[in-house]
């Protein structure tokens, strides 16, 4: 780039207000330490519609764990003292739950408050979509048939809940709302990535597991708009959460204790993955 087309570039950035705001990567790892029990399979053989939709065993998603700790389904995310203070847009995209095989797709699902929310149901069967929200405006509903969407009530505050299924009771998700859009869900390689515009500057950083609870860290936004931080949960740390994500307290943990939280999500094979079951 020439000079000439710096000082054009300089001065096009200071008119637009975009000087003071990189374009945040902040990404990472997450990983367990030590080895975690198998997870125990799901009996879907006396749910005949259910157990047809798999030619392979089923596990449940509680710990979802790679041969080297690669840790699934953490949500990590930003922390500010004011959200507001961030920036950064509601996602224009929904954000979608869905039902195959008698299983909630994905079993942890990162929202903001505001984004819109589509409940599918890929089944050619019934399920129920049942809420455990109480910060947010609650839903509990029949999906008989195969659905593309039914869009509910955005979410209105921040807050973790679970949602369950009334028809098939292994069936569990967990969703989580925040006040901005700098959060990420690791993937089954343990790999997170946040993006959107963030200020240079440090920042807290939180790592939040259903069985593991949460981890605080920092992590720095340098001028480039990037920051690399890793998180490690003990395998033996498995006790389940309380205040988690620097939000209000779970609404499922209020009527629900670790040994019911864990006991019912589904799960997928993987070969390279060693599905994992917490203990109390």
């Given at each position: 780039m020439?000079?000439?087309?710096?000082?054009?570039?300089t001065a096009?950035?200071?008119?637009?207000g975009?000087?003071?705001?990189?374009?945040?990567?902040?990404?990472g790892?997450?990983?367990?330490?030590?080895?975690?029990?198998?997870?125990?399979?799901?009996?879907?053989?006396?749910?005949a519609?259910?157990?047809?939709?798999?030619?392979?065993?089923?596990?449940?998603?509680?710990?979802?764990?790679g041969?080297?700790?690669?840790?699934?389904?953490?949500?990590?995310?930003?922390?500010?003292?004011d959200?507001?203070?961030?920036?950064?847009?509601?996602?224009k995209?929904?954000?979608?739950?869905?039902?195959?095989?008698?299983q909630?797709?994905?079993?942890?699902?990162?929202?903001?408050?505001?984004?819109k929310?589509?409940?599918?149901?890929?089944d050619?069967?019934?399920?129920?979509?049942?809420?455990?929200s109480?910060?947010?405006?609650?839903?509990?509903?029949?999906q008989?048939?195969?659905?593309d969407g039914?869009?509910v009530?955005?979410?209105?505050?921040?807050?973790?809940?679970k949602?369950?299924?009334d028809?098939?009771?292994?069936?569990?998700?967990w969703?989580?709302?925040?006040?901005?859009p700098?959060?990420?869900v690791?993937?089954?390689?343990?790999?997170?990535?946040?993006?959107?515009?963030v200020?240079?500057?440090?920042?807290?950083?939180?790592?939040?597991?259903?069985k593991?609870?949460?981890?605080?860290?920092?992590?720095?936004?340098?001028?480039?708009?990037?920051?690399?931080?890793?998180f490690?949960?003990?395998a033996?740390?498995?006790?389940?959460?309380?205040?988690?994500?620097?939000?209000?307290?779970?609404?499922s943990?209020?009527?629900?204790?670790?040994?019911?939280?864990?006991?019912?999500?589904?799960?997928?094979?993987?070969?390279?993955m060693?599905?994992?079951a917490?203990?109390?």
């Amino acid at each position: 780039m020439t000079i000439r087309n710096k000082m054009f570039a300089t001065a096009a950035c200071v008119a637009l207000g975009l000087c003071g705001a990189a374009r945040a990567d902040i990404k990472g790892s997450v990983k367990l330490d030590g080895k975690a029990p198998e997870m125990p399979e799901i009996k879907m053989a006396a749910v005949a519609e259910c157990a047809k939709q798999h030619k392979d065993p089923v596990y449940e998603e509680t710990i979802v764990a790679g041969e080297k700790g690669e840790l699934a389904n953490v949500i990590v995310s930003l922390k500010p003292d004011d959200p507001s203070a961030l920036g950064g847009e509601v996602p224009k995209e929904p954000a979608v739950l869905d039902q195959k095989g008698c299983q909630y797709v994905p079993h942890v699902l990162a929202m903001m408050v505001g984004q819109k929310m589509v409940i599918k149901n890929d089944d050619p069967f019934q399920h129920n979509v049942h809420s455990q929200s109480s910060t947010n405006p609650p839903f509990n509903f029949g999906q008989p048939n195969k659905d593309d969407g039914k869009e509910v009530e955005s979410p209105k505050a921040s807050e973790t809940y679970k949602v369950k299924c009334d028809v098939h009771p292994w069936m569990g998700a967990w969703v989580a709302v925040f006040e901005h859009p700098f959060f990420a869900v690791t993937g089954e390689d343990g790999k997170f990535d946040i993006k959107g515009k963030v200020p240079e500057g440090d920042y807290t950083i939180v790592a939040w597991h259903e069985k593991f609870g949460e981890q605080t860290g920092k992590v720095h936004v340098d001028a480039n708009g990037e920051g690399t931080t890793d998180f490690t949960f003990k395998a033996e740390g498995a006790t389940g959460p309380t205040d988690n994500i620097g939000q209000p307290k779970l609404a499922s943990a209020k009527t629900e204790g670790s040994a019911s939280m864990s006991c019912c999500e589904g799960g997928s094979k993987a070969d390279a993955m060693t599905k994992t079951a917490s203990t109390k």
